[in-house]
């Protein structure tokens, strides 16, 4: 069976959610808040469960022509620039390095024209047992599914979930930067590679990224949150002046105008992710903190394993309200799973009590076995394989 949905929001894992549906041979509409279309932010990184999911959406060699092989889960380094792992020259790495643009570009392009509607800012929704129906500033559109896909502060959640807490502040902050480095403007290679400085308290990640660009991220504890600075490039070259190069060199290297300010936060797990024809995905469902790289990839992952779920319901007892049912039983696991996990790493990161234990811990893994665990099948959340998505020709 085929059918017509609405998705709520036009990031990353709104764009993705409606390529899935184009691939089974849904319909479908993305309403997007922004007048313009476009992904606020700066850098990221895909491990490799994201790009299988990428590549069953059929833009997966695009995304990689977009993204830059990164090295950061290999070259971890202290403060004063010592390594404690280093990755071998010409080693595969598992991770690849974006401007969100870029990603966003690449699933945007895929996407059939006239899908997406900007300036489109949802005020209503009614469901019933045979449609849902959408409300939008300058229109209305009923459909057999809504996808919620609207980011962490979620229209859709909170008038569909209205007992959902808000947003939880985890008590860190983050800048976040690009900086326009060229090339041969900075020395150190292997911090251009990609790179994690381990400091008490906080630390700083390098992504490689296109165009010759470094995106850049220093996090470190926050007492509260909205805590904001007149300069903010110059308050992060302040905390870290004495760090090792080319953090220095980096923050230098942008414009203070590209430097973004953010707080942390997560949610906290919800009993289920689908209400009758209604699904939540990505940030929308269970947003997490960055610690491990997961936010977008698992956004991916939703949006192919609920296409997934809508295309292999038997076609004689097919119902929208069944294929949610088996999606929120795939996702809801895993994706708040890994949402705990991201928030666990983010406090032994970040706690300064724990900064020396798990320097040591570091510094005494042996190599081998380091580079073991950051192979591409290294950990559960990047061995992840996606469901296969049929064309319209080839479903049953």
């Known amino acids: ?13 709104g764009l ?3 390529l899935a549906l184009h691939r089974i041979g849904w319909q479908a509409v993305v309403l997007e808040r922004a007048a313009e279309l476009r992904e606020i932010g700066a850098g990221m990184s895909q491990a490799p469960n994201a790009m299988r999911a990428l590549a069953e959406l059929g833009v997966g060699e695009q995304a990689r022509a977009a993204g830059v092989p990164t090295y950061s889960a290999g070259n971890l380094r202290l403060p004063d620039g010592r390594y404690l792992q280093r990755a071998r020259p010409g080693d595969p790495t598992p991770l690849t390095a974006f401007h969100r643009a870029d990603l966003h570009r690449v699933l945007l392009e895929a996407v ?6 900007t300036g489109a800012e949802v005020t209503g929704i009614q469901h019933d047992q045979d449609a849902v129906t959408v409300t939008w500033s300058g229109g209305q559109a009923s459909a057999d599914l809504l ?10 959640r909170r008038l569909l979930w209205p007992d959902a807490p808000p ?3 985890l008590g860190r902050t983050a800048w976040l930067g690009i900086a326009e480095v060229g090339t041969g403007a900075f020395a150190d290679a292997d911090g251009l590679s990609g790179s994690v400085t381990m400091g008490p308290g906080g630390y700083f990640l390098i992504h490689p990224i296109s165009r010759g660009r470094a995106y850049w991220a220093y996090v470190t504890t926050a007492d509260q949150a909205g805590v904001r600075y007149p300069k903010e490039k110059s308050e992060t070259a302040r905390r870290l002046a004495s760090w090792h190069e080319p953090i220095p060199a980096l923050i230098a290297a942008t414009t203070a105008e590209a430097v973004i300010h953010i707080d942390i936060c997560d949610l906290d797990a919800l009993p289920t992710y689908v209400r009758g024809r209604v699904a939540l995905l990505g940030d929308a469902a269970h947003a997490m903190s960055p610690d491990r790289g997961q936010g977008a990839g698992q ?4 949006a192919v394993v609920l296409a997934a779920a809508l295309a292999d319901e038997p076609a004689g007892a097919f119902t929208v309200e069944a294929a949610l049912r088996r999606y ?13 996990g991201a928030r666990a790493d983010g406090r032994r990161t970040t706690s300064a009590a724990a900064y020396r234990a798990l320097v040591t811990m570091i510094r005494l893994m042996p190599a081998p076995l380091w580079r073991k665990g950051i192979a591409a099948d290294g950990n559960p959340t990047w061995r992840w394989q996606p469901p296969h998505l049929p064309s319209p020709t080839t479903r049953h």
Do not use: K, L, N, Y
């Not at 069976?1 to 894992?13: E, L």
């Open 1 to 13: 069976m085929t059918g017509r949905a609405i998705v709520v929001g036009g990031g990353i894992g």
């Open 16 to 18: 993705a959610a409606a």
């Open 112 to 117: 059939p024209a006239g899908w997406v509607r």
């Open 147 to 156: 996808i919620g896909a609207d980011g962490i502060r979620s229209t859709v």
């Open 167 to 169: 947003p939880r502040f």
């Open 299 to 302: 956004s991916i992952e939703d």
């Open 328 to 340: 929120d039983a795939e996702r809801r696991p895993r994706t708040q799973a890994t949402a705990r």
